[in-house]
């Protein structure tokens, strides 16, 4: 409560007489946003210590100013057992008032104090009522020996205790049993009382018996010297402690991305070279079994390697993602067999899919993947049998969902296991790249986050439920495709064959990496074409330019310099005839590709590249 005020702070607060303002509040003139620091700033000017702090201010008419405020405790008699009575304030206009002005405050608030002392009671109220007002802190009192002394609503709040339960009780029962047994908690004391402050953040236990994460800072109070307790603040920071965590986290997975992709990248060329040489040497080898048979290992070696690139290309989503509308339920069924196969002797595979046609927005050949490595998780957790299901269904999702999905209608395949299960730790970290529980040389670590990527980069999410030695559930959300009928889902079918060859080309290879541009022209004059080489796009446009007689252009995407988009935006103004195939690692481009241009994914084999020749030379 307001005691004592001088004509300035009249003036400040544009009062005209000083019976407007005794005995108000003066939390009733801090404008909102600034309550909290007020309040920390008098709680310390009532514990013993000076404190200067600025806020903004409202005044009686409604002017906003900010005021700089110098608080100073005082006392009415002298001895050990003063207590504070008055709080002495100086506030200064920052924007207006001059440091001459606020000593001739502090003169005449002196004066005015010397007959304020009927007030002390009043004062002392006021004072409590405002520590009891603020719930976000905790704001208590210890005496030396760490005993409870005071409680505010907000410690009731935050910690659980009524004041009559835990004044008198010592603080180390907010700490957990294992900061107890190491006595961290008169540690803090014994710091404080050296340094004047402690500042620590830590688990503390609520009367319940729940833990939070609170930010704590502990202010030794002094009388003459001597130590006569503890002021302390307590501030629940847990959801923030967990906002920042999962910032982290996101940051942590997008650097983790990123060199996943490139490094996926960069196998791919070198498998691209590895398979496209085998391949040749196969078709040029004698015919010794036991030749053949190391080359078909190596071969085997290889598209494992590339699988193995592709489940990264996923997770990072840089793979080459084309959306098709697929009927989920015939995907399924077409994949029986496979899935058949892809299980121990002792695990059973049960499909529970339903008799309506469910179409969703994907990439086809990326979905049975991520269906698959579920699958084959679901039967590596299966050592000695059991069964797992494979189950499609359509839900709805209403409101708030627990893994994020936006309200609308969802195609939901479930892979279900009666497998070991996951504890919770394990489970916690189970979509995280790289980790396995299957141990080294076993497993990769990627089917659960290339299905990840494959249901996010579909607009969707996944889920996933386990219990230790109860099984897994994993559940792959996709969005439903609307306003699509039976005719609009993709073919399932396989290609036909290739048909034999369609005349000899003149082609210009380009490519940065000299073994895919020396593996790919390989592959080319074993099919009976004539080429040449470019190992930059600046090359390409040299030949292009002394030569007309150019028949097909292929090239890499990512060059250093130029692109091969960019490339072909030059080919294009020169020869917009000309006949071009884009060969990507993953899905790099920045821009639009011109309809006409064929993509051919690497790493690519002898008969893709001839069947990208074919398609490249046919009239749209």
């Known amino acids: 409560m307001i005691a004592k005020i001088n004509s300035a702070g009249l003036r400040l607060f544009e009062v005209p007489s000083e019976t407007r303002m005794l005995g108000r509040a ?12 007020w309040l920390a700033h008098h709680v310390i000017a009532c514990s013993g210590r000076e404190d200067c702090c600025e806020f903004d201010t409202t005044t009686i008419i409604g002017v906003r100013r900010r005021l700089q405020s110098h608080a100073a405790p005082l ?49 002392e109220q006021s004072f409590s009522l405002l520590v009891e007002s603020v719930t976000d802190l905790a704001i208590f009192m210890l005496d030396p020996t760490g005993r409870v002394m005071s409680w505010n609503s907000g410690a009731k709040r935050i910690k659980g205790y009524d004041a009559e ?58 009388s003459k010297g001597q130590l006569v307790g503890f002021a302390k603040i307590t501030r629940d920071i847990t959801e923030r402690r967990a906002i920042e965590a999962q910032l982290r986290h996101t940051q942590k997975m997008e650097a983790l991305g990123q060199f996943t992709g490139g490094a996926a990248h960069d196998f791919n060329n070198l498998l691209m070279a590895i398979l496209g040489s085998l391949e040749i040497l196969r078709k040029r080898m004698p015919p010794d079994p036991k030749l053949l048979a190391l080359l078909d290992n190596a071969v085997q070696a290889g598209k494992r390697g590339s699988s193995l690139t592709q489940r990264m290309l996923a997770f990072a989503r840089r793979q080459e993602f084309k959306q098709e509308i697929i009927d989920v339920v015939a995907l399924v069924r077409n994949m029986r067999d496979l899935l058949a196969r892809s299980v121990g002797p002792r695990v059973r595979m049960k499909l529970d899919l339903p008799a309506a046609q469910m179409f969703v927005l994907s990439d086809t050949t990326q979905l049975e993947h991520a269906i698959l490595n579920l699958i084959v998780n679901s039967n590596d957790a299966m050592a000695l049998g059991g069964e797992i299901t494979l189950a499609v269904r359509e839900c709805s999702v209403v409101g708030k969902h627990p893994i994020g999905l936006a309200a609308g209608h969802y195609v939901r395949i479930d892979v279900r296991d009666s497998g070991t299960g996951m504890d919770a730790a394990t489970l916690a970290r189970a979509t995280e790249p790289f980790f396995t529980t299957k141990g080294v040389g076993k497993g990769t670590g990627l089917g659960l986050s290339m299905a990840d990527g494959v249901a996010g980069q579909s607009g969707g999410r996944l889920m996933v439920h386990s219990t230790l030695g109860k099984g897994t559930t994993v559940e792959l959300w996709l969005p439903v495709a609307l306003n699509v009928g039976p005719a609009a889902a993709r073919s399932t079918q396989p290609l036909a064959a290739p048909s034999g060859q369609e005349g000899r080309l003149r082609i210009l290879v380009v490519d940065d990496d000299e073994l895919v541009l020396e593996n790919t022209v390989a592959m080319l004059e074993d099919l009976n074409h004539e080429v040449l080489r470019a190992p930059t796009p600046f090359v390409a446009i040299d030949i292009l330019d002394s030569r007309a007689d150019i028949d097909l252009v292929l090239t890499d995407q990512a060059m250093p310099v130029m692109t091969g988009t960019q490339l072909i935006e030059v080919i294009r103004q020169h020869a917009p005839a000309m006949a071009v195939i884009l060969a990507t690692g993953y899905a790099e481009l920045s821009a639009p590709v011109d309809p006409s241009v064929r993509r051919l994914a690497k790493p690519y084999t002898q008969r893709e590249l001839s069947e990208a020749l074919r398609a490249a030379r046919s009239p749209c």
């Open 75 to 123: 006392q009415l008699a002298d001895g050990d057992d003063a207590q504070v009575s008055l709080i002495r304030s100086i506030g200064s206009d920052v924007e207006g008032e001059k440091l001459q002005q606020a000593i001739v405050q502090l003169r005449e608030r002196d004066e005015a104090l010397d007959s304020t002392a009927q007030l002390l009671s009043a004062t």
């Open 165 to 222: 339960e835990i004044i008198g009780e010592h603080f180390a029962r907010f700490y957990t049993a294992e900061d107890q047994a190491i006595g961290k908690p008169m540690a803090g004391l014994e710091t404080a009382a050296h340094e004047g402050r402690l500042e620590t953040e830590g688990w503390r236990i609520r009367r319940d018996g729940s833990r939070f994460w609170a930010n704590v800072i502990v202010d030794a109070i002094r």
């Open 26 to 37: 003066m939390a009733d003139f801090v404008a909102p946003p600034f309550r909290d620091a």
